[in-house]
């Protein structure tokens, strides 16, 4: 047993990469590239460090060209759940009981490989399985996803420093311990960097997790496992149980050992889960933790004195990196008449330049998104808004699956501020724009406050402070985060914590001290030095 205090190092942002023509990073990431799409894989089950197949396989293909395949992989069922459960509670014998710094060391291990050595394999595998470019890839699968282990290790030994006072006679403290069971962790496809925290951040403090990754980003799924293997992850403290939501979820969730749930999805399934555990609530052992983000329907709401050519870059940015499949992306737009010949003028020129197409080609701004069902529903709400009175379409409106799945970037403009796709969430590369007068503004923020049920992210241009600060007080609530000046994505560990309220989720705020404490439940010990002998109290002397 050690016998001093330990330190983490205080954690500083990971350094974005530039793959500038000439820099040794891109020579590298674009070999790497090649050798992933020169060969097929067979992605196996990961349970208890053993391979296991099952015999029902998907194929993994290229969304950004399709007739392309990566691979197969093999598909959970109840057995392999239930096999998944018990290699989870064997390991968290000695995982949980582990010391500290031991499970710190080996997600700082996992940090400085994915930083290094691994960058270019996680970097490959996101563009590929995910159609990220080289940037979108880099901020996510590399930057972020290092800063999740470097400061969830960190606000871990933070927390503990929590100590309750001790009055004279007697030590009281405060034992941090992992909770009793196993998480299951359901992530989504659109951030490899959430795929690698939301098993991770309750494992650091000492659970074991099932970890069901999104059917569509198995690919980077499988070589994150790969990683946590080398970097020397005991087995079974994460373990890999891609399948349907069915055949995985509902073993999973209805067990008595179940601790909590770890999820970024669909509000819809979210909702799903949460009923599932709460009718089988009386079989649990425990009151399961349930943290999720669950998607939004974000804002930019510009005010007449915003500065045109910095709200042009946001709504540009905001709405189309990564095809717009961000929970965070720009999805509605706010502004004022004042401003709008000039702001359509200059939006209209740039998003023009945009070029799309394949990854491996950097000089492309976007790709395709991630599969037919979401090309299907993106371009049915842009069929919508072409045949109706109250839409016009002043970009793209385009889109062509012949190859890959690939949508122009699209703006809808309508006169309706609670038209459908002012409403509901598209998850592509669709913004829609209300145009409104600007002695409405009152008026016109609470239509932004009140049009959507998310509350997720939200961002309002100004140069008028003044207006500033009534934008922020009417928009409190629309946003758990919200920005100024800038556009609503790209929030960073450390700087930004992430997650929104209302029907965006739980806002447990993923990348602060807050999430990491939702994984750990605490004991209060009290121990008394010279404990009294007579039971009787001084009031009741005569």
């Not at 109250?390 to 062509?400: L, S, Y």
Request: with cysteine.
């Amino acid at each position: 047993m050690s016998n001093a205090y330990f330190k983490v190092p205080q954690p500083v942002n990971e350094p974005v990469k530039s793959y500038k023509p000439g820099s040794p990073e891109r020579e590298e990431l674009k070999k790497k590239l090649a050798e992933l799409k020169s060969k097929q894989i067979e992605i196996p089950l990961i349970i208890g460090g053993e391979e296991i197949k099952t015999g029902n396989t998907e194929e993994i293909r290229i969304p950004h060209n399709h007739s392309h395949v990566l691979g197969v992989y093999h598909k959970a069922g109840k057995k392999e759940v239930e096999m998944a459960i018990d290699a989870a509670l064997e390991a968290r014998k000695q995982w949980s009981a582990m010391p500290w710094e031991h499970r710190v060391s080996v997600f700082l291990k996992i940090a400085e490989l994915l930083s290094g050595p691994w960058r270019a394999t996680i970097n490959a595998a996101t563009m590929l399985g995910q159609s990220k470019t080289v940037h979108q890839a880099e901020i996510d699968s590399a930057a972020e996803l290092v800063d999740f282990y470097r400061f969830n290790s960190y606000y871990m030994a933070e927390l503990m420093k929590d100590q309750p006072i001790s009055p004279t006679g007697m030590w009281n403290r405060i034992e941090y311990r992992p909770l009793e069971g196993y998480i299951f962790a359901v992530t989504p496809f659109n951030f490899t960097s959430i795929a690698g925290n939301l098993p991770t951040a309750p494992a650091i403090v000492g659970n074991v997790s099932l970890w069901k990754p999104a059917s569509s980003a198995v690919y980077s799924a499988y070589w994150l496992m790969k990683l946590f293997e080398e970097a020397g992850l005991p087995k079974g403290v994460i373990n890999f149980v891609p399948g349907s939501g069915g055949q995985v979820g509902t073993p999973a969730m209805t067990n008595p050992n179940l601790a909590g749930i770890h999820f970024t999805g669909s509000t819809e399934v979210f909702q799903n889960m949460w009923k599932l555990i709460s009718d089988n609530l009386k079989n649990m052992k425990n009151y399961p933790r349930i943290v999720g983000e669950t998607g939004g329907k974000d804002f930019i709401f510009a005010h007449n004195s915003a500065d045109v050519d910095a709200l042009v870059v946001a709504a540009l940015r905001g709405a189309f990196e990564y095809q717009g499949q961000k929970c965070s992306a720009a999805s509605r737009m706010y502004v004022p008449k004042s401003i709008w010949k000039e702001f359509k003028e200059k939006y209209v020129n740039e998003v023009s330049k945009i070029k799309m197409g394949d990854v491996e080609d950097f000089t492309n701004f976007m790709s395709a998104v991630i599969d037919k069902g979401a090309f299907e529903t993106i371009t049915g709400y842009i069929k919508y808004a072409k045949e109706s009175k109250e839409a016009e379409i002043i970009t793209g409106g385009n889109f062509d699956d012949s190859k890959g799945y690939f949508i122009e970037p699209t703006t809808i403009v309508t006169t309706n501020p609670k038209f459908k796709t002012m409403q509901e969430e598209i998850f592509g590369p669709v913004l829609t724009i209300y145009v409104y007068d600007d002695n409405k503004l009152d008026e016109t923020l609470q239509l932004c406050d009140e049009t959507s049920p998310y509350g997720l992210t939200g961002a309002i241009f100004a140069q008028d402070r003044k207006a500033i600060v009534k934008m922020s007080d009417a928009l409190r609530n629309a946003a758990g985060n919200f920005y100024i000046n800038d556009k609503p994505t790209g929030a960073v560990v450390g700087q930004q914590p992430f997650g929104g309220g209302r029907a965006s989720g739980t806002n447990d705020k993923a990348g602060s001290a807050m999430n990491i404490l939702r994984w750990m439940t605490a004991r209060t010990i009290k121990e008394t030095f010279d404990p009294p002998k007579d039971w009787r109290y001084p009031f009741m002397g005569e």
